[in-house]
C-alpha cells in the first residue's frame, strides 16, 4: 500500500504550498547573499531566509507526518526552537567579530572603541 495514495488532496495542497514559500523565502536569503555589497549587509539577508525558509518546511513537515500517522506530530517543534535561537546568535558573533577586525584594521566608517571615545 502507498502512503501517498492515502494522502487527502487538501493535506498534499498544504504541504505543497509551505514548501514552496520556504524555498522561495531561502532562495531570497541566498539572492541577498550574492547581491548585497558589504559584509554587514550580507548578514540580514541569509539570516532571515533561513529563519523563515526553514520554519515553512518544517510546517509542512508536521502537515504531511501528521496527516500520514493520523495523530499530531509535534517534533519540528524541536527543529525549530533551535534553528531560531542559534540563526540570530550565529549573526551576532559574525557581526561583532567584523566589527572588532574592521575597528583594529581602523576601517573608514567603522565607530571606534569605547576606550577611544
Keep these: 500500500m502507498n502512503a501517498t495514495a492515502d494522502l487527502p488532496l487538501w493535506v498534499a495542497v498544504l504541504v505543497a504550498i509551505f514548501i514552496i514559500f520556504g524555498a522561495a523565502v531561502t532562495l531570497l536569503g541566498a539572492i541577498g547573499l550574492v547581491r548585497m555589497r558589504t559584509f ?7 539570516t532571515l531566509g533561513t529563519t523563515l525558509g526553514t ?5 509542512a ?6 496527516a500520514l500517522q493520523s495523530r499530531l506530530v509535534l517534533h519540528e517543534i524541536a527543529i525549530a526552537v ?4 542559534t ?3 550565529t549573526l551576532m558573533l559574525l557581526g ?3 566589527l572588532y577586525r ?4 581602523k576601517k573608514p566608517g ?3 572603541f569605547e576606550s577611544e571615545r
Design 40 to 46: 554587514y549587509a550580507r548578514l540580514h539577508a541569509p
Design 55 to 59: 520554519g515553512g518546511v518544517l510546517v
Design 61 to 66: 513537515s508536521m502537515i504531511l507526518s501528521s
Design 82 to 85: 533551535f534553528v531560531t535561537v
Design 87 to 89: 540563526t540570530p546568535v
Design 96 to 98: 561583532r567579530a567584523a
Design 102 to 105: 574592521d575597528r583594529i584594521e
Design 110 to 112: 567603522i565607530p571606534p
